[in-house]
């Protein structure tokens, strides 16, 4: 009896100590998750109570929404072009990092730096002045002798604005992937120079394997942050997603129509929506991870 | 020999250049903050300001909106930490529950919260500002602070891998002397993870300070702005003549930042070496 009344309020105990976490669970995000599935079936504008409508909210979103594809469209290259180069980048630059000098705090700080500062308002407002008219980027490309470009004027280079801003801030998965580096065990390097094994050699067969658990982990959390990207976007276009929805990145345009048209029920749709796109993304790097993804098997 | 030391030029050359270049754009914003303001796009091409003005800074910390810009620093400040403080506490408390306390229903909640780390925060964010907004919390810093006393995630996972290193003899000892889980926690853990407690913060006053979009929601008079929104407004006003301002204002709100970062970068480089996660 003692042992059970014990093991009682252990658990008790437990529940206290994570209750905070409960609580905010519930309250903040539990109730809030099914309160928007059930919004997404309403039409709600806030000021009078939602009223049924079914489908008709993802109805619209598919066939009767072009910007809704736009901003889909837009998200969608800004990911598959952004995760992508910030992770080579992150590799290559890593790679450059990983030996033994003096030097290497100094460059990893100046590197991580862009992490550090990326996401604040005032880097977004710099980004935008660095692509103006008469802004440093077009002055690079007059002295390499290429004509300036109207980066506000062109949907496509507007969107490039914002994947080199995301690019710049390679410094973080740059970090995991020293860390990954540092774990890999010298004597295999060492065995395969034996093995008369070149730079490139042992980057393909050694380097990269035992990195795959890193740059899995990497990719997937670095995908769901760049569909939740809103601050430059929002900063950037001056809240418009402009021009002609070039940088109406899906969180923009799902902000724009909850609170500037007040369309609450489209906008929990358009969330939804959101959520399968990531999980269907991420469920679909987990299951091909089999074959990439390389687990060192523990010999005895 | 020769080769070698070549080799190690290139290295330091490679190394450096991608250096300059990844500062160039904050030294560019830097170094424009001292340029008259008519100048800065006029002379975007070089970096050195000719002539050095001080008067953006003077200009830009007159404030916009008719508030002066000291009021939303103090405003920042005060949102971080507020927000700060309780995240710091709470994960702390729900780590040690993971992370020492067998009870039923341990791993399924820890599952539960390392799949709210992936949730994209579109899908509560509608709810949520209705919840906020039923509470009668709009336009009040509450919807901001008060979710931060719950526990975040982030800071959860970070101090439960730090708490499973420390030996669980500690606590077997700590016990058979008569404490209690409480006293357990507050008097021998808290002090043991006090560096997870301290990247917790660096990375909890980052991102409440740089956070637009809470106060983008919830905030609508100026008086209660953060420097974020204090610097939006200085963009739906940007004309020729407040460049300068916006620029200097931009670099005023990007020095907590740094300062911060020099001073605790090792805990930052462990904080994400350790947990895989982005900061």
Request: hydrophobic content about 55%; proline content about 5%.
């Amino acid at each position: 009896m003692s042992m059970r009344f014990a093991a009682w309020r252990e658990t008790l105990t437990g529940y206290a100590f994570i209750s905070p976490f409960l609580l905010g669970f519930l309250i903040f995000t539990a109730f809030p998750i099914a309160a928007s599935l059930y919004l997404s079936f309403t039409d709600y504008n806030l000021f009078s109570p939602p009223s049924w409508v079914g489908l008709e909210q993802y109805q619209t979103m598919f066939t009767g929404d072009p910007k809704f594809w736009k901003s889909l469209r837009v998200t969608f290259i800004y990911v598959f072009a952004g995760v992508p180069l910030r992770l080579s980048f992150a590799l290559l630059v890593a790679l450059l990092l990983n030996r033994a000098s003096r030097a290497i705090g100094v460059y990893r700080t100046v590197y991580y730096l862009p992490s550090i500062i990326g996401g604040s308002v005032a880097v977004s407002i710099m980004w935008r002045n660095l692509y103006g008219d008469e802004g440093v980027i077009n002055k690079a490309l007059n002295f390499f002798g290429l004509e300036s470009v109207r980066w506000f004027a062109d949907p496509l280079a507007a969107l490039w604005m914002l994947i080199t801003l995301s690019v710049w801030q390679f410094g973080s998965s740059m970090l995991i992937f020293l860390a990954g580096l540092k774990n890999i065990p010298p004597s295999l390097y060492e065995a395969a120079s034996v093995d008369g094994a070149n730079v490139l050699q042992r980057f393909i067969r050694i380097t990269m394997p035992m990195l795959t658990p890193v740059v899995l982990f990497n990719l997937i959390m670095q995908t769901i942050a760049a569909f939740m990207t809103f601050i430059p976007a929002y900063i950037i276009s001056k809240g418009e997603g402009g021009p002609l929805d070039g940088t109406l990145l899906y969180s923009l345009y799902l902000f724009r129509r909850a609170f500037v048209f007040y369309d609450m029920g489209y906008a929990a749709a358009m969330a939804w929506v959101l959520l399968a796109i990531v999980a269907l993304l991420t469920a679909l790097v987990f299951f091909t991870s089999k074959y990439w993804v390389f687990y060192e098997t523990k010999e005895d | 020999m020769a080769g070698r030391r070549l080799r190690w030029i290139a290295w330091h050359l490679a190394a450096a250049g991608g250096a300059f270049l990844m500062v160039y754009p904050v030294l560019w914003l830097f170094l424009s903050s001292f340029k008259k303001s008519e100048l800065i796009f006029v002379t975007s091409g070089s970096l050195i300001p000719d002539p050095w003005v001080w008067e953006n800074y003077v200009t830009g910390w007159q404030g916009i909106g008719g508030l002066h810009f000291g009021v939303f620093i103090k405003n920042s400040l005060v949102l971080v930490v507020l927000a700060t403080i309780g995240a710091v506490l709470s994960s702390a408390l729900v780590a040690f529950g993971f992370a020492r306390l067998k009870f039923m229903g341990n791993r399924f909640w820890f599952s539960v919260m390392m799949l709210t780390l992936m949730l994209p925060f579109e899908v509560t964010l509608v709810p949520q500002y209705i919840l906020f907004s039923e509470l009668g919390w709009l336009n009040s810093i509450k919807p901001i602070v008060v979710p931060a006393w719950f526990g975040a995630p982030f800071f959860i996972f970070l101090m439960i891998q730090f708490i499973r290193t420390i030996p669980a003899e500690l606590d077997e000892a700590a016990t058979i002397d008569g404490c209690g889980k409480f006293r357990l926690f507050w008097r021998i853990i808290v002090p043991l993870i006090m560096p997870a407690m301290a990247t917790s913060a660096i990375f909890s006053f980052y991102w409440r300070w740089e956070d637009l979009l809470g106060p983008l929601l919830y905030l609508n008079r100026p008086s209660l702005y953060p420097v974020s929104m204090a610097l939006k407004m200085y963009l739906d006003a940007e004309t020729i003549s407040n460049w300068g301002a916006m620029f200097a204002m931009s670099v005023v709100s990007l020095i907590p930042v740094l300062i911060v970062f020099f001073l605790f970068q090792r805990q930052i480089v462990e904080g994400i070496s350790t947990t895989g996660l982005k900061g």
